[in-house]
């Protein structure tokens, strides 16, 4: 059993930045790929970054050039750092652990970003 606990989320102005982390329990973290989500309302989840166990990462194309993905395998924590954020960046985020078919989500941050 995995638990994954996000914090970091919060209220800041367009342009500013946040960092979302991510601790996991568990040895699995280490060899799983990691990852965040966002839902704004009204819409579907959607993939933001992850990053593999050998330190592979993939972005949105809406957060290229702005927000970076990294992980802490010793700390078993997981960083989202968001910059020039946009009021579209507005979302509650979820950290996501995947490992062949072992799939475990947190419980969710809500970012807010004022225009």
């Known amino acids: 059993q995995v638990t994954l606990v996000e914090s970091g989320g919060g209220l800041v102005q367009a342009g500013g930045s946040l960092r979302l982390s991510c601790a996991a329990s568990?040895?699995?973290?280490?060899?799983?790929?990691m990852g965040w989500y966002r839902q704004a309302p009204g819409k579907q989840r959607e993939l933001v970054a992850t990053?593999?166990?050998?330190?592979?990462?993939n972005y949105a194309d809406s957060v290229k050039g702005r927000f970076t993905i990294s992980r802490d395998n010793a700390k078993t924590t997981v960083y989202l750092q968001m910059n020039s954020l946009k009021p579209e960046d507005t979302a509650v985020y979820y950290c996501?652990?995947?490992?062949?078919?072992?799939?475990?989500w947190g419980q969710g941050t809500q970012v807010t970003v004022s225009p």
């Open positions: 568990g040895i699995i973290f280490r060899v799983a790929t």
């Open positions: 990053i593999t166990s050998g330190g592979s990462t």
């Open positions: 996501n652990l995947r490992k062949d078919r072992y799939d475990s």
